[in-house]
């Protein structure tokens, strides 16, 4: 299957907030990592729903995946085989076949692979050539990033133990919607007068 790449910063329907607050000269830092926070929580919001859709993680747990065409025979059947990978290689570095363990390694890997991408981006950006603004950018987005780690190691802890997987918990204030009276009443405020349109 096609990977989904929920955790690359260049897909191309997700982090556009992060991308285009990078990008633009006149975003302050803290619009930055406004936008930081509310891509990263769009990432958490995607990912149960991602692997609620794949085979559990759990499979890449068991013992006769110790060869290598065996492991890739399983790697092919996970829509978002980026992590599969990750918890491929998170088996060696934990030393463990723990969920918990292994998530935890997964989720710390997630965040550092996001942090080298942003790094790079904002390397290439004019207003933060300069070394020691760049790195206490990352340093502050770095911060960000770090407050979603248990969510996500959470989410692929389930996975793992092939349980149901829990939904994601917002941190940031979804924004409100308007009224139907509230609707209703712009519609008839912004109607010109008279039956014609408004010069």
């Not at 599969?84 to 890997?109: F, Q």
Request: charged share 25%; glycine share 6%; aromatic share 4%.
């Amino acid at each position: 299957m096609a990977e989904n790449e929920i955790i690359d910063l260049g897909h191309s329907t997700r982090w556009r907030r992060l991308r285009k607050a990078l990008a633009d000269p006149s975003c302050g830092s803290e619009d930055l990592l406004a936008a930081a926070q509310e891509d990263i929580e769009g990432m958490c919001k995607k990912l149960p729903g991602v692997l609620r859709k794949s085979p559990p993680l759990m499979l890449l747990l068991e013992p006769a995946l110790a060869s290598h065409a065996q492991a890739q025979a399983v790697l092919a059947t996970f829509t978002e085989r980026s992590i599969a990978i990750l918890v491929r290689d998170a088996l060696k570095l934990a030393r463990s076949s723990t969920p918990g363990e292994v998530a935890a390694v997964v989720a710390r890997r997630i965040l550092e692979r996001l942090l080298d991408q942003f790094a790079l981006r904002a390397g290439k950006e004019a207003r933060y050539r300069d070394k020691n603004t760049r790195d206490a950018l990352v340093t502050r987005v770095a911060e960000t990033f770090a407050s979603y780690e248990g969510d996500l190691r959470a989410t692929i802890e389930a996975s793992l133990r092939g349980s149901a997987i829990p939904a994601f918990k917002p941190r940031t204030p979804s924004k409100p919607r308007m009224s139907v009276k509230q609707l209703l009443g712009f519609s008839v405020a912004a109607k010109p007068t008279g039956g014609r349109h408004a010069p």
